[in-house]
């Protein structure tokens, strides 16, 4: 059964630095984009970065030039370097794959169960 599992997200201070990861696994045939999102109680899900099997990347613009996005060299691992933390970046971190799944061979949208990240003036 396909499953993103991400890392634990944490504390810091603003100013600060956080990575989070996410591995896909469990009867994967193809993956193509992964993404991160965040939300906060009470607003929508927003994206915040995404990298395509290719490399490309795209950013929220309230993130470009703080956060990083990329992928391991398999492919199904991706990570997301965050630095120069604002209190507003606080929020739940959702990992999200589109992928095919060996079971059923066709494409669907997966998420991770979420990470807090916290960041304190």
């Known amino acids: 059964q396909v499953q993103l599992v991400e890392s634990e997200g944490g504390w810091v201070q603003a100013g600060g630095s956080l990575s989070l990861s996410c591995t896909a696994s469990?009867?994967?045939?193809?993956?193509?984009?992964m993404a991160w999102y965040r939300q906060i109680p009470g607003k929508q899900r927003e994206l915040v970065a995404a990298?395509?099997?290719?490399?490309?990347?795209n950013y929220a613009d309230s993130v470009k030039g703080r956060f990083t996005i990329s992928r391991g060299n398999a492919k199904n691992t991706v990570y997301l370097q965050m630095d120069s933390l604002k209190p507003e970046d606080t929020a739940v971190y959702y990992c999200?794959?589109?992928?095919?799944?060996?079971?059923?061979?066709?494409?669907?949208?997966?998420w991770g169960r979420g990470t807090q990240v916290t960041v304190s003036s």
């Open positions: 990298i395509t099997s290719g490399g490309a990347t």
């Open positions: 999200n794959a589109g992928l095919r799944a060996l079971a059923t061979m066709s494409w669907g949208d997966y």
């Open positions: 469990g009867g994967i045939f193809q993956v193509n984009v």
